[in-house]
């Protein structure tokens, strides 16, 4: 299902404060700054988009994005904690410590076919600038979900609805406004978010978004690969990874991001299951609030075709187990930056991971001890645990790195010591003594 064009720009539909849920106490204080400062100051003030949503569906929103009909400038001028960024959209940014509240103006719908000087599309109909402003009336049109283009007035704490999203979030549906296609075009990043909001928000996609996207899924080879590893920050790290793993698959968009991984998955059902198990763990820690880092989901994605690399180094050359793993994570994540942009601080701690995966095989001598010690002991011991747990690692070897943990230095050295003597039974033998004058040679 589909929602009317811009062309025909209907009224709102108002819904006072008595009639919904959102309350003041959902929105963040440096927001109602915000909005206050804006209301006061004469200009329109609205609270829009996943703030309003979430607050609806009795969510902790996370996210305020501001709506008004004040410009860039106008709104610098009123916060002097404010910064304007963006060529693609222009955007104020109003920083309350670690805090950004992000304010947008109004923004009037264009499309691929009209000249404009502060308008740039691509030649697919991606938008590549768009900062022409309008009203209210205008920008509900620019949204892609009608869930997504519900605006709170914080003149009178109503919501404004114009594309029957208030309906949609009832029935927990994900409807796009416009036409699919021509949505898809200017910005197939919204296939992602398609599939982000429908395993957060536990929506099912409308029939005609998801025909569109299955059609369409081939223009994400167009969108810049930075821009995609946001994207894929934004689903894997939300606490609802598992669930948006098996959705990309769904639609056939996995391939799009990580293809030999994909391929991987289709040929391994243990390697399926490691990523399954690998995804469930991230949700859990997300669910303690407990610190995740994207190398490690990184590293799980890439783990089988670094193993297939590794493995085709080893035939070739002569080098370690841990050193053909680190070079293999190094090729295989260079032929990903093609499709997703991985920055370096995520792809050398991943390649040290992935390289310490055979030193776990080793529980004896000061090689062994000396792991403990290293920087990324804990995430490749999490990475191993799993791959024990899928059969991939020896259970009694992950179990006796579990217990060493918790051991005093005296118990280390003795664990760590243990087969280091001669068997017994046996005997070593004497060293045989020199005669004086023998060649050392």
Request: some cysteine; aromatic content about 10%.
């Amino acid at each position: 299902m589909t929602k009317s064009s811009n062309k025909n720009k209907p009224q709102p539909t108002i819904i006072p404060r008595p009639s919904h849920t959102v309350s003041r106490d959902d929105i963040s204080p440096s927001a109602l700054k915000v909005l206050y400062r804006l209301h006061k100051s004469g200009y329109q003030a609205f609270l829009v988009g996943g703030g309003v949503r979430d607050a609806l569906l009795g969510l902790n929103p996370k996210d305020f994005d501001i709506g008004t009909n004040a410009s860039p400038d106008e709104v610098r001028a009123l916060f002097s904690n404010c910064r304007l960024i963006g060529r693609r959209f222009r955007l104020a940014h109003v920083r309350f410590g670690r805090e950004i509240i992000e304010v947008a103006t109004f923004r009037a719908a264009t499309d691929a076919t009209e000249k404009h000087g502060d308008v740039e599309h691509d030649r697919e109909g991606r938008i590549l600038r768009d900062n022409v402003y309008g009203s209210i009336d205008d920008d509900v049109w620019r949204r892609d979900f009608t869930c997504n283009a519900l605006y709170y007035n914080i003149a009178d704490f109503s919501i404004w609805d114009y594309a029957g999203g208030m309906k949609d979030v009832e029935d927990r549906r994900l409807v796009m406004i416009g036409d699919p296609d021509t949505r898809f075009r200017e910005d197939p990043v919204r296939m992602l978010r398609a599939v982000r909001f429908s395993a957060k928000l536990d929506f099912r996609i409308a029939k005609d978004v998801e025909s569109s996207m299955l059609k369409n899924r081939d223009l994400l080879q167009n969108v810049p690969a930075a821009r995609l590893f946001d994207e894929f920050m934004k689903m894997f790290q939300a606490g609802h990874a598992e669930k948006t793993f098996e959705k990309l698959r769904e639609y056939k968009l996995f391939g799009l991001l990580f293809a030999d991984t994909d391929k991987a998955l289709d040929e391994s059902e243990g390697f399926l299951k490691f990523v399954r198990m690998a995804l469930a763990n991230t949700d859990r820690r997300v669910a303690e609030e407990k610190s995740i880092t994207p190398m490690f989901l990184l590293g799980v994605f890439l783990w089988a075709p670094i193993q297939k690399q590794a493995e085709k180094l080893r035939a070739h050359e002569k080098m370690s187990h841990s050193q053909s793993l680190s070079l293999a994570s190094f090729d295989v994540a260079g032929d990903q930056q093609s499709r997703i942009s991985i920055p370096r601080r995520f792809t050398t701690p991943m390649r040290e991971m992935i390289a310490m995966q055979p030193r776990f095989e080793v529980n004896r001598g000061k090689r062994g001890l000396k792991l403990l010690d290293h920087k990324r002991f804990r995430a490749a011991y999490d990475f191993m645990i799993l791959r024990a747990a899928c059969g991939e690692f020896d259970p009694e070897l992950a179990e006796f790195w579990t217990d060493v943990q918790n051991q005093n230095a005296d118990e280390r050295l003795a664990s760590f010591s243990v087969g280091n003597q001669p068997s017994a039974g046996k005997r070593r033998r004497p060293r045989r003594r020199k005669k004086p004058g023998a060649s050392t040679a």
